[in-house]
């Protein structure tokens, strides 16, 4: 009783978004120290270039995070992105609209989200497995087909280039999109039947039965959102680059580093591999946080290899961090 | 003079704001069987964790055959010479009959090897000689749930030559050869100067097996005698304390017209055409030994189990048993026996917890968007009826006692309307004064005109609240049990028997 009374007001608000709180202070450190390493970092070039580079991992880390509160896991969001990005660009070298692609490219982002999904809950499948095996498919299809070279359809959509380059009110496209879908998740899972029928069943399959949810459809639906989320990151990746380029380490990150980065964004953001816990907040912020650090140490003239080094150690304090202060 | 085999001076033990153990003084002798009674949250369990060194006493000494003893885990006081059955069996389910029956302590053919022929020869040797018919080298896990418990009591028996050995509701799965088989084994650990602390709810077996009682009441110990210097009716009095009348509420009669109605409901292995008929502002009550099929009626009803046959009809309506979201619809209420595996989201607020399950029906626009200010009033509204102590919504439920949280577990359906109440052990590990608030909430329940149904391991509760009982054995109704007919002693009979 006298320790759940410590738990009110300001104290208690802040015990639920410990980790969001934690992520806020760095990020507020990082932009106040960064003018004492390099004076490139607050300038609004790349502070442009920042967040559009930020969005994809957002994107996908929101969808991750739903997957992590019912205790899932989906290790094919980069594959997804990958396959998604290949058919976007036959697409359009056949002839679709940028907008149309859109469309498709975010169906076929559901669909497979729906493969996952269904092999997840009525295959009964564990999604570690089934998910690297359907983005170890997905992946095999994008390399078969393009036996590792670039696909470069000309005369495609202006559009598409538009999308992936472009800005509105001075904000890069890839950037606004985050932040609807950021507020849109956020607003969906606070506020809505659906959001908390997401988190009972993640905190205890059993009793959500016994209240009535439906659970196999809720876990089947956050590999949907994990999925469409994924299309809609790779869709804005390619658009970015205007060409197909299979991933490699060569070329900005493989498949799998897509997914370790995202499932540690939602980590920092206060998520657990073992569910009921996380938020679409939190996982924004330790994309965020990835993000701006890659950033800054690109810019001190750091390797790639130690940014990597870097950012794992990063992972490492927050989440010792964020446990010791639960422990508390 | 003889030394006693553990002395138990002064011990007390605390949970949260609960005072569990208050100055408990016990003592046993070599080589008796002394039997603990008292109801559920009496402290028993809490007794024979801190015995057994997976509780530590707040305040007390113990004396193990005379030594001063501290025991920090359940290892060190193996070591020390107590083993404990617990009621969860605890075995590994891969691994053979012997192997269990061996594990940590396999007979070796030097430093690194284990001798399996010795292992295996062993194991038979000792399952035999108890005249129980168990392969040794069968997996646990193809065993049945009676003959698992039995090679868990083999084990905890001769683990480290224990001097003593506590069991808490050994029998509660066996049948009556298995009993026997388990008596017998007392019977020769008596012999070799073993004291045994027994556990059971079944007043019988206590006159049968048990040299001394020792009953426990809030915490406190209210009486030691010998077996033969006590009856049956003192244990029970002694248990519920003089306050009984207390307990339980007032209830009004039932009314004559029938509010639910079950008919041959069936569920492959388990149920046989169960049927029975609940009326308005009734609570029936369904009872029946483990194994029985009696804790399946309300799950099958529930849409938790496989239904073969049978309908349910509530007011007429004849009810689509499929999933608990259609039993849900149709206005079946429902609380699981075990809450914190099937109920409560333990990580989650309090307001979460009451209402998670309306929130669609009750607090939201368009069917999804949530009206947070309504369902946050509701909920304290809940706490308020309920006198759930908690320090707002906003807590943990985990971090809220058990009897808070069982009140919250029947609290959640306390918001919206149902048409019919399934209640499992709704009272089980929750305190006594906890224990009267939830029977006054269920009684209001039915008093508003809604049939109750409730299943329960506790006779005496089942005795205390219920217009009738149904007695279930072997899947089938073998009785339904009211007025001057409702005793422990009815009850029990028809459940073990024709």
Redesign the interface.
């Given at each position: 009783?006298q320790?759940?009374?410590t738990?009110?007001g300001v104290a208690?608000w802040l015990g639920?978004y410990r980790s969001e709180a934690t992520l806020v202070i760095l990020l507020c450190l990082a932009f106040a120290v960064a003018p004492l390493f390099t004076e490139f970092f607050l300038t609004s070039d790349n502070l442009f270039n920042l967040s559009r580079q930020g969005s994809y991992l957002s994107i996908v880390a929101i969808g991750m995070a739903l997957v992590l509160i019912v205790g899932g896991i989906d290790l094919s969001i980069g594959a997804i992105m990958q396959l998604v990005g290949l058919c976007t660009m036959l697409l359009l070298g056949s002839g679709v609209s940028a907008g149309n692609a859109f469309l498709l490219a975010l169906l076929l982002g559901a669909g497979l989200g729906v493969i996952n999904g269904v092999l997840c809950v009525y295959g009964k499948m564990q999604p570690f497995i089934a998910t690297l095996a359907t983005g170890g498919i997905m992946t095999g299809i994008v390399m078969t087909y393009t036996e590792g070279n670039a696909v470069a359809p000309q005369g495609i959509d202006p559009l598409f280039k538009e999308i992936g380059g472009g800005a509105i009110a001075g904000i890069p496209i890839p950037a606004a999109v985050m932040i609807v879908v950021v507020a849109l998740f956020w607003w969906v899972m606070t506020?809505?039947?659906?959001?908390?029928n997401v988190?009972?069943v993640g905190?205890?399959k059993?009793?959500?039965?016994?209240?009535?949810?439906?659970t196999n459809l809720v876990l089947c639906s956050v590999y949907v959102v994990s999925g469409t989320l994924a299309a809609l990151a790779g869709y804005l990746t390619f658009a970015r680059m205007g060409t197909f380029q299979p991933a490699t380490a060569a070329t900005g990150g493989t498949p799998v580093e897509m997914v370790i980065m995202a499932i540690a964004a939602v980590v920092l953001g206060g998520g657990s591999l073992v569910g009921?816990?996380g938020t679409v907040l939190g996982a924004f912020l330790g994309a965020t946080v990835s993000a701006v650090m890659l950033n800054y140490l690109v810019l001190l003239g750091m390797g790639i290899w130690f940014q990597r080094f870097i950012l794992a150690m990063i992972i490492i304090f927050v989440v010792l961090l964020a446990q010791k202060n639960e422990a508390a | 003079m003889q030394m006693n085999a553990l002395e138990i001076q002064g011990v007390s033990k605390t949970f949260g704001a609960n005072k569990v153990l208050a100055d408990l003084n016990l003592s046993l002798r070599k080589g008796e069987v002394h039997a603990l009674m008292g109801e559920n949250g009496a402290g028993k369990s809490t007794l024979i964790k801190i015995i057994s060194g997976v509780h530590r006493a707040d305040e007390g000494v113990m004396y193990l055959n005379g030594e001063k003893v501290e025991f920090h885990s359940p290892y060190e006081a193996q070591i020390g010479g107590v083993a404990t059955l617990f009621q969860e069996i605890q075995e590994i389910p891969d691994l053979t009959v012997a192997e269990n029956l061996y594990a940590g302590m396999e007979p070796r053919k030097n430093r690194f090897l284990i001798d399996w022929k010795a292992l295996y020869e062993g194991a038979q040797k000792q399952i035999d000689a108890l005249g129980l018919k168990i392969d040794a080298t069968e997996k646990m896990r193809h065993l049945s749930p009676s003959s698992r418990k039995m090679v868990e009591i083999i084990r905890a028996v001769h683990k480290r030559k224990a001097s003593i050995v506590i069991m808490d509701e050994p029998t509660a799965n066996l049948n009556q050869g298995e009993i026997d088989a388990l008596f017998s084994m007392i019977g020769e650990l008596k012999k070799k100067g073993v004291s045994i602390i027994y556990i059971s709810h079944r007043m019988r077996e206590i006159f049968q097996v048990a040299n001394r009682v020792s009953v426990l009441r809030d915490g406190r110990l209210i009486r030691t005698e010998d077996i033969d210097n006590i009856t049956e009716e003192e244990i029970v009095k002694l248990m519920v304390g003089r306050d009984l009348p207390a307990l339980y509420p007032q209830r009004t009669l039932p009314e004559n017209a029938v509010a639910m109605k079950v008919t041959d409901l069936s569920v492959e292995g388990e149920l046989d055409k169960v049927t029975f008929d609940v009326r308005r502002k009734e609570i029936l009550g369904i009872a029946g030994l483990e194994g029985s099929g009696a804790t399946s009626v309300i799950k099958a009803m529930f849409g938790l189990k496989h239904v073969t046959s049978g309908t349910i009809e509530v007011d007429g309506d004849v009810l689509a048993i499929r999933t608990p979201k259609t039993s849900i619809a149709q206005g079946l209420a429902y609380v699981p026996e075990d809450r914190k595996h099937d109920g409560l989201f333990l990580n989650k607020t309090v307001g979460f917890n009451l209402v998670a399950s309306v929130l669609k029906s009750h607090f939201s626009r368009l069917g999804f968007v949530v009206r947070k200010r309504e369902a946050q009033a509701a909920s304290k509204d809940v706490i308020k009826r309920l006198g759930i102590k908690t320090s707002g919504t906003h807590s943990k439920i985990g971090s809220l006692s058990g009897g808070n949280q069982q009140k919250a577990l029947l609290g959640r359906w306390l918001v919206g309307s149902y048409r019919a109440i399934l209640l499992e052990e709704p009272t089980r590990g929750v305190d006594i004064g906890a224990k009267v608030e939830i029977y006054k909430e269920i009684s209001a329940l039915a008093n508003s005109g809604l049939p109750v149904l409730m299943y329960s391991s506790e006779m005496l509760e089942l005795i205390g609240m219920c217009d009738r009982v149904v007695v279930i054995r072997n899947g089938k109704v073998s009785g339904i049990l009211s007025g001057v007919e409702l005793t422990e002693e009815k009850i029990l009979s028809k459940a073990l028997s024709n």
């Open positions: 009783m320790k759940s009374q738990q009110n208690g639920d506020n809505t039947t659906y959001g908390k988190y009972a905190s205890n059993n009793a959500a039965r016994n209240i009535g949810v439906n009921g816990k | -």
